[in-house]
């Protein structure tokens, strides 16, 4: 049994506690680490977790199905971390729903709200992010997909990669450059149903943790101009808004896989007998376990300190980062100590600590790799010394 002494501390509200304990119950005999194919398991995945309710933390606004008026960032973590510790591809599912939306949640208007956003809430529609290109990734000022008015439309040229949901997405949240202003400046989004004339669906991408990915295509794909999100030449803000909500949570994800670590860790190493005593019993095993317990408190209180923060109003670029940084990195610590204590098993395709140990790796590179990171800090922490 994990701990959850954690929730304890003064970040969490008495709301957050039931929410965890409820969603821990619902999760144990609702979802499986286990999957058949991949794209149906998904889709089954968001209906149950829609007509459970669980969706409605994924996005903003009461009047569009969503718990809360603004998204509220401790329920979404303490959501992605409970749910990563029973299935990542559960909470996969969960966060795409907040990703794929967050943007129409932060700037839709209230006919794309109403649109969008309640099917979503209920587990009626999947979203996608599509941000990054083959040629744009870490750089996403050097983004070269192009969309050209003509009339009352939008045409949308070129690439985008690495797009989860991809292939099964309902619509996609596809920001495109529309030359306002060189680099990040001349950046738009635009909310493009899945089914719209000239997107496809150009390569399915298997990745070691499998989830739905897609590489997509727009030729000539034309949306009308109300399918824009905000202003023209607000897109990368829009971007970098939404990844501001949903980094803290990528950090959670991390708690929940290092936390499920930590135990099957445990569970081994006060049962496996060896030479006349458990391997607990070795104070090198005791080394590693007080490393990994150590590295799940700090990573937690860096993520919910980010997610409290935000909450209250404040910009939390900079702690975000940090515990975007230090979970996912001490997760896969985390993880890969708890392989070497399962010695042999632990790489046996499909143990628990060897799944764990693929699930992680993609997270210490999405939504801003560990370098991104380390770059914001700095930059943050500079700033704050040279302002006095
Ligand atoms: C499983 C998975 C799911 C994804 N889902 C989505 C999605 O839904 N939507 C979406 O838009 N994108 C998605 N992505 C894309 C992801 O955001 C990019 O992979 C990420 O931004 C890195 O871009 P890149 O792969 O092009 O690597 P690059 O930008 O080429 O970077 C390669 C490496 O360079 C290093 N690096 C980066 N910047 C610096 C620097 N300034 N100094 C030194 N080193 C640096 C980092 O180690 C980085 O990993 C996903 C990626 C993966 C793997």
Redesign the pocket.
Known sequence: MSDKSYLEWPFFEERHRKLEAELDAWARDNVTAEHGDLDSACRELVAKLGAAGWLRYSVGGTAYGGAHETIDTRSICLLRETLARHSSLADFAFA?QG?GSGAVTLYGNDEQKRRYLTRVARGEALP?????EPG????VAAMACSARLDGDHYVLEGE??????GGIADFYVVFARTGEAPGARGLSAFIVDADTPGLEIAERIE?IAP?P?ARLRFTDCRVPRSAMLGTPGLGFKVAMQTLDIFRTSVAAASLGFARHALDEALRRATTRDMFQQKLADFQITQVKLAQMATSVDSSALLTYRAAWRRDQGHKVTREAAMAKMTATESAQQVIDAAVQIWGGCGVVSNHPVERLYREIR?LR????????QQ?IIARQTLKAYEEG
């Open positions: 795409m990703l996608a992010f599509a941000l990054s744009s990734g870490s750089d985008k990669s690495w797009i989860s949901n990745v989830h990915l993609a590179i999405y939504e801003g790799a560990t370098e991104v770059l």
